[in-house]
Structures are given as C-alpha cells and as structure tokens.
C-alpha cells in the first residue's frame, strides 16, 4: 500500500516538475517535504505506514484469514461465512484485541518499509526504476517480519507461536534460516507492476478529473485517484498476493506441505483445485482495507510533513 499512495504522490509531483519548470532565480521553496530533511521524510513516511496498517489491521487479518483458506481443507467443506460473520467470530472466540494480532510485527515491518518507500518516491521523481528497485530492496530486507506477521495472524485459537520472539525461534530452529524467506519471489514479482499500475492508473484519472472539474479540491482529487488506482493495483496483483501468502504457511506449526513445485507450480496447484476463483479468495476485505488504508496513510503523511515543516522553520 505504501507504494501505491508513494507513486501516487511522487509520479504527480514529478509531472507537475516537468510540465511547469521552475525558475532557476532564489527563491524560497514552498513545498513542505525540501525543507524537512532526509531524517524527517523517513520519520514521516515511517509513521504514516505504521499508523495506517493500524487503523486497517482488522480487515488485514480478515484477508488473511480468507486467503489460506483451502490449504489443509477439501475445496467443498470450505466455510462459507461471509467477512462479517469470520468477523462477529474472532470477536467472540478469540476476543476483540484478537484482530490486531501480529500487529507489532506488521509496524515493526512497515517503519523501515514505508519510510524508504515514501523517500524514494520524492527522492527518485523522474526515476521511476530507481523507485522499484528501492521498494526491492526494502521489501528483502523487511520480509521475515512479513512473514512471521503472517504466521502470527493466520492463527486462530490453538496459538503455536506465543510471540514474535518464539515465532521466529520455531521457524529458525524448525524450517532453518531460509524458512524465514518463503515465498519472497511472489512478493518480489509484485513490487514493479503495482507501481507501474498504480502510477498509469493514477495519472490517468487524475488528468481526466483535472480536465472536466479543474476547481475540485486537490487533496479531494488525489485521495479519490489514490484509491481507485490502489483498487486496480490489488486486483491485478492479488493472486501473487494469496500465493505469497499460502507459501508463507507452508510447514507452519509442523503441518505437511502442500506446495512443493515452487511458485509456478503452487499457482497451477490452487487453480486445478480451487479454480481461478481460488486466486481471489479473501479479495473483498482487500478491497474494504484499501480506501481508508490510501486514506489514512496520505493525511497522516501530509500532516506530519506539514508539521516537520513548521518545527524546522521556527528552528
């Protein structure tokens, strides 16, 4: 999500710099994120991540919950229950904190994440690689967090790993040190077309809104783009996403694997088993977590950038 409201922001400000150059003559700049420093973006950009998989971490995990559905399950005797009624149960069986689980790990995950994405979208504007390849190195780097955030969410009454400490302990001492890694190609795959869908997308109906209500709001205009780009972003990348997330679980808690011909191969297994239907499995909370998610995460950042900004001057 970092990355889809990142290039939101970033690809603007880039067309907006190529369209319009400035004049080269001093002159104060009035842009909040020159004058807060490289320290201040990443603090920014941090926070915003964080609090945003806060606010949205319930519908996180409902995702998934619905992803790893049919891993260890006959596609037939899969539960039917719609996202409110998984909901009103966790609530009931595993208490109301119970849909924030794994959440520390997802803030320790998305800090680092979040703030070199955001840095690398004002810091690459006309460099749209560069961008990628920051976000592929983050997401390498953070991934075992990801990965034991999974397995810390997927849980639902009987708790194997008590914490994020024994988690990664088990994982380690159980499936060795590459076990951390599990399913990093799915995750490293998605990285380049969420941007590039998430920039064309946003561009595009950022200039057409542009050129039929030119007076609309520009907080409104990007906010509204933001979300309807974050939306085709995770529709054509969710199934990398599901895959991702099923590999994560493979042998967790000693369990039998069930993919074991790599990614290719897990794609092909849950299509003959669960049909193309399968690669969607928990896509409406994905969908319910986007909007706020852009939302949040673009206010938060703005404000604080704003708020940097006003420190530093009367510094």
Request: one cysteine or more; proline letters at 4%; hydrophobic letters at 40%.
């Given at each position: 999500?970092?990355a889809?409201?990142?290039?939101?922001e970033?690809?603007?400000?880039?067309?907006?710099?190529?369209?319009?150059p400035q004049?080269?003559?001093?002159?104060?700049?009035l842009n909040?994120?020159?004058?807060?420093?490289?320290?201040?973006?990443?603090l920014?950009?941090g926070?915003?991540?964080?609090?945003?998989?806060?606010?949205?971490a319930?519908l996180?995990?409902l995702?998934?919950?619905?992803q790893?559905q049919?891993?260890h399950s006959d596609?037939?005797?899969?539960?039917?229950?719609?996202?409110?009624?998984?909901?009103?149960?966790i609530?009931n069986e595993?208490?109301?904190?119970?849909?924030w689980?794994?959440?520390?790990?997802t803030i320790?995950?998305?800090?680092?994440y979040?703030?070199?994405?955001?840095?690398a979208?004002?810091?690459?504007?006309?460099?749209?690689h560069?961008?990628i390849?920051e976000?592929?190195?983050?997401?390498?780097?953070?991934?075992?967090?990801?990965?034991v955030?999974?397995?810390l969410?997927?849980?639902?009454?009987?708790?194997?790993y008590?914490g994020?400490?024994?988690a990664?302990?088990t994982?380690c001492?159980?499936?060795g040190?590459?076990?951390?890694?599990k399913g990093?190609?799915?995750?490293?795959?998605?990285?380049g077309?969420?941007?590039?869908?998430?920039?064309?997308?946003y561009?595009?109906?950022?200039?057409?809104?542009?050129?039929?209500?030119?007076n609309?709001?520009?907080?409104?205009?990007?906010?509204?783009?933001g979300?309807?780009?974050g939306i085709?972003?995770s529709?054509?990348?969710?199934?990398?996403d599901?895959?991702?997330?099923?590999?994560?679980?493979?042998g967790?808690?000693?369990?039998?694997r069930?993919?074991?011909?790599?990614?290719?191969g897990?794609?092909?297994?849950i299509?003959?088993?669960?049909g193309l239907?399968?690669?969607?499995?928990g896509i409406?909370p994905e969908y319910?977590?986007?909007?706020?998610s852009?939302?949040?995460?673009?206010?938060?950042?703005?404000t604080l950038?704003?708020?940097?900004?006003?420190?530093?001057?009367s510094?």
């Open positions: 999500m970092e889809r409201v990142g290039v939101v970033g690809g603007q400000r880039a067309l907006n710099s190529a369209l319009n004049p080269s003559h001093p002159k104060q700049s909040p994120q020159s004058q807060i420093g490289t320290l201040n973006q990443l920014a950009g926070i915003a991540g964080a609090f945003s998989k806060t606010c949205t319930p996180a995990r995702t998934i919950l619905f790893v049919g891993m596609v037939s005797a899969l539960s039917k229950a719609s996202i409110w009624r998984e909901a009103s149960r609530a595993e208490g109301f904190r119970a849909f689980r794994g959440n520390l790990v320790a995950h998305r800090l680092p979040s703030s070199v994405s955001f840095y979208y004002e810091r690459y504007k006309k460099l749209l560069s961008t390849g976000d592929l190195r983050a997401a390498s780097a953070t991934y075992p967090l990801d990965l955030r999974t397995r969410a997927a849980q639902r009454n009987a708790l194997y008590r994020i400490g024994h990664f302990h994982i001492r159980e499936e040190f590459l076990g951390l890694y990093l190609g799915a995750t490293l795959l998605g990285v077309p969420s941007i590039a869908i998430s920039f064309s997308v561009e595009a109906l950022r200039s057409f809104w542009q050129s039929q209500r030119p609309d709001s520009t907080v409104m205009v990007s906010l509204a783009c979300s309807l780009s085709a972003s529709t054509a990348t969710f199934p990398l599901l895959v991702r997330r099923r590999m994560q679980l493979e967790a808690g000693g369990r039998a069930v993919y074991n011909t790599g990614l290719l897990t794609f092909r297994h299509i003959r088993i669960e239907r399968g690669l969607y499995r409406l319910y977590k986007v909007v706020p852009v939302g949040i995460v673009f206010m938060t950042y703005e950038k704003m708020l940097l900004s006003r420190i530093h001057t510094d």
